[in-house]
């Protein structure tokens, strides 16, 4: 069966420090693979999807990118955090063509930036 | 664009009444739809899913029926528990290149003994 990682699982970082979340999925290969983030009592705002190795797409302009450097490995990464940064991070990982796009979602990364 | 469009919560309920969601989209061409829920503290959870027109989806008591003539997938379910109290998100995924999910704004139900 399929299962996905992320860690940290929580995390507490200075304005202006780098970040690094790590997502891993199990149990697949090509998943397609995504970052997301919910802000305290909001919806899901998606910031970048991959549909394979080295291949990021980035949804919105921020100073957050997005690496994939291995077909089931996904890392959200910042040079300079910013107050705004703060949020719940959800990875997800979803079949590729061919079949119902269903998602699958990580435990999540709570980050708070002070 | 895409969009999905669900009632603003929160819902509070007693147990063992009706609930219903609302949940509205628009799309072009014929996206699947899904219902996600979220525990408090933890990531989403798939609920159900309809992958075409008149499709039902069904789990755990809950289901919602893909509607194309009203653009609705309204979120059912007969009686609640408190174990039901959580955040639900409509979504829908457009079958195009790296199939975006597009989610709805989420609705808080609580669900009082």
């Known amino acids: 069966s399929q299962t996905i990682h992320q860690w940290p699982a929580t995390l507490v970082q200075p304005v202006g420090s780098p970040l690094s979340l790590e997502c891993t999925v199990e149990?697949?290969?090509?998943?397609?693979l995504y970052w997301y983030r919910q802000a305290a009592g909001r919806g899901l705002q998606l910031l970048f999807y991959?549909?394979?190795?080295?291949?990021i797409s980035s949804e919105v302009p921020q100073n957050l990118s997005a690496s994939r450097p291995q077909d089931r490995q996904f890392i959200l990464s910042s040079k300079k955090l910013l107050l705004s940064d703060s949020g719940f991070y959800l990875c997800?990982?979803?079949?590729?063509?061919?079949?119902?796009?269903?998602?699958?979602f990580g435990p999540g990364t709570r980050l708070t930036v002070l | 664009g895409d969009s999905v469009t669900q009632m603003e919560g929160p819902v509070t309920l007693s147990e063992e009444a009706f609930l219903t969601i609302n949940c509205t989209y628009t799309?072009?061409?014929?996206?699947?739809l899904f219902w996600y829920v979220q525990y408090p503290g933890e990531g989403l959870q798939l609920l159900l899913k309809?992958?075409?027109?008149?499709d039902k989806g069904s789990n755990k008591g809950f289901e919602a029926t893909y509607r194309k003539e009203t653009t609705s997938f309204h979120l059912e379910k007969g009686s609640v528990q408190v174990s039901d109290s959580a955040v639900y998100f409509c979504?829908?995924?457009?079958?195009?290149?790296?199939?975006?999910?597009?989610f709805g704004a989420g609705t808080r139900l609580f669900v009082k003994a």
């Open positions: 979504a829908l995924t457009a079958h195009t290149g790296g199939f975006k999910t597009i």
């Open positions: 309809a992958t075409k027109a008149d």
């Open positions: 799309a072009t061409g014929y996206p699947s």
């Open positions: 991959s549909v394979g190795i080295g291949q």
């Open positions: 997800a990982w979803g079949p590729g063509q061919g079949e119902t796009p269903t998602q699958y």
């Open positions: 149990g697949t290969s090509n998943p397609n």
